[in-house]
């Protein structure tokens, strides 16, 4: 793409459908805006390559994040989707459950957040690999917060000790 005379380099629409519904499903889908967007993308672009785009996010082990979001987009915005991709949802009949989930979530009551269970819980069922499953509970177990931080300031010659600190926070809580 040229900007201002430079040759700047943008993601694939495959691509870019591919990160919505990643980052969609991060937030349980809370913000409408990022359905929207999936549903736009998906009217605006009927030319995308469905097979090679569902196999990379198979290759990715986020193929049920993806499904999640066009299955969203259909639902709530009426956005067209190719027979392979029709097919694989009524292959997956969890989307549907997930689906429900995100529902109560952004519309019974907008104003509450989800707790802190609730979306660990969504995230782990939106991993199709045990391997994206386990790993996503060690990073969530051993990633310091920003609060962690702020609770117990290290000296910055010992931030490496943050990691082994936030597992006994954690069992204190």
Do not use: H
């Not at 913000?31 to 990379?56: F, G, H, K, Y």
């Amino acid at each position: 793409m040229d900007l201002l005379g430079k040759d700047v380099r943008v993601l694939s629409l495959e691509d870019l459908l591919l990160i919505l519904c990643v980052n969609g499903t991060k937030d349980i889908w809370g913000r409408l805006e990022i359905s929207c967007c999936v549903a736009e993308l998906l009217r605006d672009n009927p030319q995308l390559r469905w097979t090679e785009m569902l196999e990379e996010a198979r290759r990715l082990g986020a193929e049920r994040m993806l499904l999640l979001g066009l299955y969203l987009a259909r639902d709530l915005f009426q956005a067209p989707l190719p027979q392979v991709v029709t097919d694989r949802l009524g292959r997956l009949p969890k989307l549907r459950t997930m689906a429900q989930k995100v529902y109560r979530l952004m519309f019974d009551n907008p104003e509450q957040q989800p707790t802190l269970f609730e979306l660990t819980m969504f995230r782990l069922r939106c991993r199709e690999r045990l391997r994206d499953r386990l790993n996503y509970c060690v990073r969530r177990v051993l990633t310091p917060t920003y609060q962690d931080v702020e609770i117990l300031q290290l000296p910055s010659s010992f931030e490496f000790l943050y990691p082994l600190l936030r597992p006994l926070k954690l069992i204190r809580r």
